[in-house]
């Protein structure tokens, strides 16, 4: 009875021990998993039957036909029975391998074969090996498609996977493992089962023994205790070699009827131990841990069948009755289950369906540019990943929608890959025209004739930014050659340029300096005096003469500087500019350039044309707000561009109205040197 209490404690803490871990689903337990094989041999040896009331217990059918619960459990048990450590595979979370990557199933292996006992893993094994070969497939159908689209030949593939090398050295590091535990095991059985098969032959010898019959009895009880002792036997003899055991025990107290207390009190001992595990049994449908139940109702019928002997024959159909019953409510339930299992598996097949539509959708749409196909490509990616985390699918779909899936993501695969093999045929003829203006800038990079040559280097450049990829090998040698190419040129031409400039990088420093000196310049108070200091500012800053194009901001600087100075004397932004155009004028009046006032004058007209015409047209603008009043925001800002124009407007009429007196008084000059010379 205490080892009784034992076995279920066992039962019912192996179970706790999980079922935070993982939830087990049923599928765990070894008469749920019909995704998966195991590789043992087949169990289908005919079973000797038995003359007893025994086999009411063991040919029972569910009223609907269906497989008989206890078969179910009977089968569990022949299982566990051949080797205490098969019932570890119970405790061993069945993970999600379908959702897993090929690494993480190689992770998962490796920890499996390292951690656990080998006759407790072939489950999960085999569930790996599964969903590992089928993504290899699909992963090496993948590179295979890639490699015939580059041009090879399909009969050259290969492919060196080091997931898969790994795969292969912790599976065959498994099967060496499992071959010789089973090895040693398959005697070990044997040997257990020539044990109790003379066991049974020994109880059946007790009833032919003449001799005292409490000697008898003692004999039965330790032929009872070696059978206890006896070992695992092969699980495909299990349940033959108990059936014969228990048919020989019955008769065997069929015979103690020349001693009925004895039998009686063994019959009610038993009787008691089985009213305790119907008990157990039937308060197993108030447990809401399915499977922790289920695995203590295993344990139940365990003790059941090898630890308590036969009941009085007016108690056997009922006791087992009631056991039955209560086995076949936790079948009920457990069916109930698988059914709203099988509900979660139709939802994901639904969304597997609808991710499969989706890539097909997109293999039929395959784009005609580089982007916008790596986003596509991006897409698959995310709807595989999708599909492989939906989750199991019914098992009578699991192959079609797997095939399903494969030729969707082959046919995008095959699309994707046409289009790259028709983009590198463009490709190609890209690199011969870069070849071709590479050569053609390799040939003008040292010539002289900068104006000739410089606007074409430029057309080249230009001409090479239209030009679209070329292959990837090839790009960086061809970029690179062709960019020295045009940096030698240019750093010729600037070289060239830079000497040219010399003047005009010593006239920026003289700015520079006097742009200094004018920072830390200050007003005296006499406005005389400090007008005409910034006068000579000005005209120290016009002698420079011109600066490099790059460095022209510090122009901007200084007439900020020289218009806040001025600003501050109170002079007006109109006078400001006439002062600056002063200094403009005598620079015009030193120059030996007969056109320069010409052009100036021409400059000067059409600034002030451009004035007018913007007037014109602001006035016009105005007439639009007639009736509008002059607080209306609009009115207000066109009348301040219209004084604004004007004022510029009058600006530009005293500029032009100093240049004149600037030729006029050079035209009198030239005259009276003119006359000058005549007198002489």
Request: hydrophobic share 30%.
């Amino acid at each position: 009875m205490q080892d009784n209490e034992h076995k279920l404690q066992q039962a019912e803490g192996g179970t706790e021990q999980t079922s935070d871990n993982s939830k087990a689903s049923l599928e765990e337990s070894p008469i749920s998993e019909p995704n998966v094989s195991e590789e043992t041999v087949s169990e289908n040896k005919e079973e000797p039957k038995a003359e007893s009331s025994v086999s009411n217990e063991d040919n029972a059918k569910d009223s609907d036909g269906s497989e008989d619960p206890i078969d179910e459990i009977d089968e569990s048990n022949a299982e566990d029975a051949e080797d205490t450590d098969n019932e570890k595979r119970h405790y061993i979370p069945f993970l999600d391998y379908h959702t897993m990557p090929m690494e993480n199933l190689v992770g998962e292996l490796q920890k499996l074969v390292r951690n656990e006992k080998v006759q407790a893993i072939g489950k999960h094994v085999s569930a790996i090996k599964y969903e590992f070969d089928q993504k290899f497939q699909e992963f090496l159908e993948h590179k295979k498609e890639e490699f015939v689209s580059k041009g090879g030949n399909e009969i050259d593939f290969r492919y060196n996977s080091v997931a898969k090398r790994q795969f292969n050295e912790v599976y065959a590091d498994y099967r060496e493992k499992r071959d010789q535990y089973y090895k040693q095991l398959e005697q070990n059985l044997k040997n257990n089962l020539h044990k109790r098969l003379e066991i049974i032959e020994e109880l059946k010898g007790l009833i032919d023994v003449e001799e005292d019959i409490n000697t008898t009895y003692n004999n039965f009880k330790n032929l009872q205790e070696s059978w206890k002792n006896a070992g695992p036997i092969p699980r495909n003899n299990y349940n033959d070699v108990w059936r014969t055991y228990h048919h020989h025990m019955e008769i065997f107290y069929d015979f103690l009827h020349l001693n009925r207390e004895l039998r009686d009190l063994d019959f009610k001992h038993n009787l008691e131990e089985k009213q305790k595990l119907v008990e157990r049994a039937e308060a197993l449908a108030d447990e809401p841990d399915l499977n922790k139940a289920f695995r203590e109702l295993q344990t139940l019928h365990k003790i059941w069948k090898e630890d308590i002997g036969p009941v009085a024959k007016e108690n056997r159909e009922e006791i087992w009755e009631r056991f039955s019953n209560a086995t076949k409510a936790m079948h009920q339930r457990r069916q109930e289950h698988f059914q709203e299992q099988e509900k979660v598996y139709e939802k994901n097949l639904e969304k597997k369906q609808e991710i499969i539509a989706s890539i097909a959708q997109i293999s039929g749409n395959v784009a005609n540019s580089h982007r916008a196909l790596q986003q596509q490509i991006s897409e698959v990616e995310k709807l595989r990943d999708s599909f492989f985390k939906a989750g199991k699918v019914p098992q009578r779909v699991n192959e079609e929608t797997w095939s399903h899936f494969k030729d969707a993501v082959r046919k995008f695969n095959r699309n994707k890959n046409a289009f790259y093999k028709n983009q590198k045929k463009e490709q190609q003829h890209n690199l011969d025209k870069k070849q071709a203006l590479l050569d053609l800038a390799i040939s003008l990079k040292d010539r002289d004739d900068w104006e000739e040559v410089t606007p074409e280097m430029k057309r080249i450049q230009s001409e090479w930014k239209k030009i679209g990829h070329v292959p990837r090998r090839y790009s960086d040698k061809i970029w690179k050659e062709f960019k020295d190419a045009c940096n030698h040129y240019f750093d010729r031409l600037h070289s060239e340029k830079n000497e040219a400039q010399k003047d005009k990088y010593e006239n920026y420093e003289k700015k520079n300096a006097c742009l200094e000196r004018l920072k830390e310049f200050q007003l005296s108070g006499d406005k005389k005096k400090d007008l005409a200091e910034i006068k000579e500012f000005l005209a120290e800053w016009k002698q420079y003469g011109r600066i490099p194009y790059n460095k022209k901001h510090i122009n901007g600087k200084f007439n900020k500087i020289v218009d806040a100075l001025l600003k501050k004397l109170g002079v007006s932004r109109q006078e400001s500019e006439l002062i600056k155009y002063g200094n403009k004028v005598q620079e015009l009046a030193k120059t030996e350039d007969d056109r320069a006032i010409g052009n100036e004058r021409v400059f000067i007209r059409r600034k002030i044309d451009e004035s007018k015409s913007e007037i014109r047209q602001l006035e016009n603008n105005l007439q639009f707000f007639s009736n509008s009043s002059e607080d209306n925001p609009l009115v207000q800002e066109v009348i301040k561009n219209i004084d604004k124009q004007k004022e510029a407007l009058q600006t530009w009429k005293e500029k032009l109205k100093k240049l004149n007196i600037l030729e006029n008084r050079l035209n009198r000059e030239a005259e009276e040197e003119e006359n000058s010379n005549e007198e002489e």
